[in-house]
C-alpha cells in the first residue's frame, strides 16, 4: 500500500523533507500547545478550507490525540455557520469514513 508520505517522497522529495523534519518534527512537538489541541485547530481549519484528503488523515490523528468523536462532530456543526453548509456536510461523510475504518 502506498501512503501519502511516501507519494509526497516520490514527487517532491523536500516537500516531504519539510513536512517530516519542520512541520511534525518540529511545530506539532512546540510545548505552548498540546497536540489535542492542534488537533482541533487542524480539523477546524481543513474542513473550512474543504481540504478533504488533508482532513481525512487529520481525523485519525485528532482521535490519536484524544479529541473525542463528538467533539469531531461539533467542529464540524461549528464549522458549517463559519464556512458554510456543504463544507460541514462533506466533512461529516469525511468523518463517518474514517471512523468506518478504524472500526
Given at each position: 500500500?502506498?501512503?501519502?508520505r ?15 523534519d519542520?512541520?511534525f518534527?518540529d511545530?506539532?512537538?512546540?510545548p505552548?500547545?498540546?497536540k489535542?489541541?492542534r ?14 484528503d ?6 485519525g490523528?485528532a ?5 473525542t ?8 456543526t ?7 453548509w ?11 469514513e ?6
Amino acid at each position: 500500500m502506498t501512503t501519502s508520505r511516501d507519494i509526497m517522497k516520490e514527487v517532491a522529495p523536500k516537500l516531504a523533507e519539510l513536512s517530516g523534519d519542520l512541520l511534525f518534527g518540529d511545530i506539532w512537538e512546540r510545548p505552548q500547545l498540546s497536540k489535542r489541541d492542534r488537533s482541533l485547530i487542524i480539523v477546524a481549519v481543513l474542513t473550512a478550507l474543504y481540504r478533504t484528503d488533508q482532513l481525512r488523515g487529520h481525523i485519525g490523528r485528532a482521535l490519536d490525540n484524544g479529541v473525542t468523536k463528538e467533539e469531531i462532530g461539533e467542529i464540524i456543526t461549528q464549522m458549517a455557520f463559519y464556512a458554510g453548509w456543504p463544507t460541514a456536510a462533506n466533512a461529516v461523510r469525511v468523518a463517518k469514513e474514517v471512523y468506518d475504518e478504524r472500526g
